[in-house]
């Protein structure tokens, strides 16, 4: 049975430095205005700002008059004047060549609605046919040609970097208005360090604008396009593109994406759609049930590149994205919806939990695989990408039969779609276990039990751990994270009342973490925490009487919050020696004595009667004696 796959990628991607730039999301921003004549429109004849602006929607001119602190009418205006400049900069440019340097509108004259434009020109001849077009010449010797070739080298150093340094580098821009390559880089030492091994521009000078924060970010969700490649760029003719299912953490808490393992096939490299690496494939599985397989077909690709965040969701292709709460085992009658890169959202029932399949790749052999079937319709390119039921993730696409066009589902033509996926939970997440589970990343996951989302506890770069206590368990997985958890405190109990006035006392903690003890306030006493997490110290002499300990840990530099508890040591029962046990006294009042806790009170009472209570206290031997105070019956 034909079953759909990747969608080859033929045709070589054109990377322009101009676009998306290697790990960081670096915009190329040509300031020239000239450039933007072609699109910029004349207004209509005789049409009246007045009367276009009353035309405006509600939601636009509210919008101008926040943001630019400007009239609708006056916004009209002034795109009128840009308008007509952007005009004047392109035929400036297309008469003077190569002695522009640049064209530029001041903010203050557009916003005046004047449109001056300011034109950058390298010689006074120049300068007078700028003049006479109404523009404002500014001398100077650089061109932008030159600007240009100066962005351009510093984009191909930006792309060459390890990525820990183009993490640093934010983006590099032609300023026209200053004649200079500005190159944006994360303050910091590490971005000034950085900075020191810029290399020249030609002709152009550089300037360095530190930025406070890290660079833009873009987010890796499932449903989007991802890109393999047999090189280090996905300009192959043999690279594959497919679809991002869902994002997962290894134990250190370091980014993975799971997708398709037939997209990875001789592919180790992947992209984002636009060309920016994410990383390399790490597992890749794609196997045959008849020669002794699991018949399974996953990969999970390792996220190297620090600039990108990976988020627990999945793309809506319609600007927003669906959390992700958990994952769950597929079942027959379940209803699903799938995202991948071809057909966006689609829908279905899983008509198979568990079905044997051969699946025909379109560069390799028939595979047997074990995969859930369902009948929401899947084409070419949406391979790996994420199935769901309402919030739960469910598998990975696999595949599906083909419609009679690579745009077309078999539905289209009055045919059942035949669909299969990987099974998320058993064959894929099951395979990972020990040092090396992965963790499904969703918006509510908290694998430490410490009430603080997972997402909340991984590192800001994807790429590294996060270990704030240094005690080499990453946060997520460490509810001792970011600092110690305090102490447990076992015996005694809270309100335990014990005879013992040299208690033991213990509880539990972090391994390897000290403890530190204090009774009523005084000198804490420390002892270690050993490998199975218990602690053990032994208190001094105690007085009969309430009492309140303390316990706190400390590991290095990070102590925990501290532990109260209140106990009172008591007296032990006092010996009653005489009379004894079963004896016939003689007398109506007889005398009682015994043993017990030197100093102590002690109360005798005779049937409970109230007249034959009598009260002591213990002598310094320990030894009582009462004469009871009224005649027993």
Not at 77 to 96: K, P, S
Not at 220 to 243: H, K, M, N, Y
Not at 492 to 516: C, E, I, M
Not at 557 to 578: E, L, W, Y
């Amino acid at each position: 049975m034909p079953m759909t796959g990747h969608a080859p990628h033929r045709n070589p991607l054109r990377r322009r430095l101009g676009a998306v730039m290697a790990a960081s999301v670096v915009v190329m921003m040509v300031g020239m205005v000239a450039g933007l004549a072609g699109a910029a429109a004349d207004p209509v004849a005789g049409d009246n700002p007045q009367e276009r602006a009353s035309r405006l929607p509600v939601e636009l001119r509210l919008a101008i008059e926040r943001d630019l602190a400007m009239s609708p009418v006056d916004y009209l205006r002034a795109a009128d004047a840009a308008a007509r400049a952007a005009g004047m900069a392109r035929d400036l440019r297309a008469r003077l060549g190569q002695r522009v340097g640049g064209a530029w509108l001041d903010t203050d004259t557009v916003t005046a609605g004047a449109g001056a434009l300011n034109v950058a020109v390298t010689d006074v001849d120049a300068g007078r046919a700028v003049q006479a077009a109404g523009g404002v010449p500014q001398l100077r010797s650089i061109t932008d040609d030159d600007l240009t070739a100066g962005q351009e080298a510093v984009g191909r150093w930006a792309l060459a970097l390890p990525d820990a340094e183009r993490a640093l580098f934010h983006a590099v821009t032609a300023d026209v208005r200053g004649g200079q390559v500005v190159v944006r880089i994360s303050d910091g030492e590490a971005g000034r360090a950085l900075a020191g091994k810029l290399p020249p521009a030609g002709r152009a000078p550089i300037v360095v604008d530190f930025a406070a924060g890290g660079p833009p970010v873009a987010h890796l969700r499932g449903g989007e396009v991802i890109r393999f490649s047999p090189g280090d760029t996905p300009d192959a003719q043999q690279s594959a593109t497919c679809t991002l299912g869902f994002n997962a953490v290894d134990t250190g808490g370091r980014a993975h994406l799971l997708t398709a393992g037939h997209c990875a096939e001789g592919r180790p490299s992947v992209f984002t759609e636009d060309g920016t690496p994410i990383g390399t494939v790490q597992t890749h599985v794609f196997d045959d049930l008849d020669v002794g397989g699991q018949g399974d077909d996953y990969a999970v690709v390792a996220v190297t590149n620090p600039a990108l965040r990976p988020t627990p969701d999945v793309d809506n292709h319609d600007g927003a994205a669906v959390d992700v709460h958990g994952a769950v085992a597929p079942l027959a009658g379940m209803a699903i919806c799938k995202s991948g890169r071809s057909t966006g959202w689609t829908c279905g029932t899983i008509k198979q939990a568990r079905v044997e399949i051969l699946t025909s790749p379109p560069d390799g052999p028939q595979r047997l695989i074990s995969v859930l079937q369902h009948d929401a319709c899947s084409r070419p390119g949406d391979s790996g990408g994420s199935v769901l039921t309402g919030n739960s993730a469910v598998g990975l696409t696999q595949g599906g039969v083909l419609g009679p066009t690579p745009q077309q589902c078999p539905s289209d033509i009055g045919q059942p779609n035949f669909s299969v996926s990987e099974i998320l939970v058993d064959d894929v997440l099951g395979d990972f276990t020990g040092d090396s589970a992965l963790t499904l990343l969703t918006t509510t996951g908290d694998a430490d039990g410490d009430r603080v989302r997972d997402v909340e506890e991984l590192a800001a770069d994807p790429t590294a751990v996060r270990d704030d206590n240094g005690d080499g368990i990453a946060a997520f997985l460490d509810p001792d994270e970011p600092g110690l958890r305090a102490p447990v405190v076992t015996e005694p109990a809270d309100g335990a009342r014990t005879t013992d006035t040299t208690p033991a006392l213990s509880g539990t903690g972090r391994a390897g973490a000290t403890v530190l003890v204090a009774v009523d306030g005084g000198e804490p006493v420390t002892a270690p925490v050993r490998r199975d997490g218990r602690w053990r110290v032994q208190a001094g002499e105690l007085p009969i009487g309430a009492h309140e300990l303390t316990a706190r840990l400390t590991a290095g530099d990070i102590a925990s919050q501290t532990t109260t508890v209140g106990f009172t040591v008591a007296p032990p029962p006092p010996v009653i020696a005489s009379p004894g046990d079963g004896t016939v006294a003689g007398e109506r009042r007889p005398q009682v004595s015994g043993t017990g806790l030197a100093g102590a009170a002690v109360t005798v009472t005779v049937s409970g009667v109230a007249a034959a209570t009598a009260r002591t206290t213990v002598g310094p031997s320990g030894r009582w004696s009462l004469e009871l105070g009224a005649d027993l019956p």
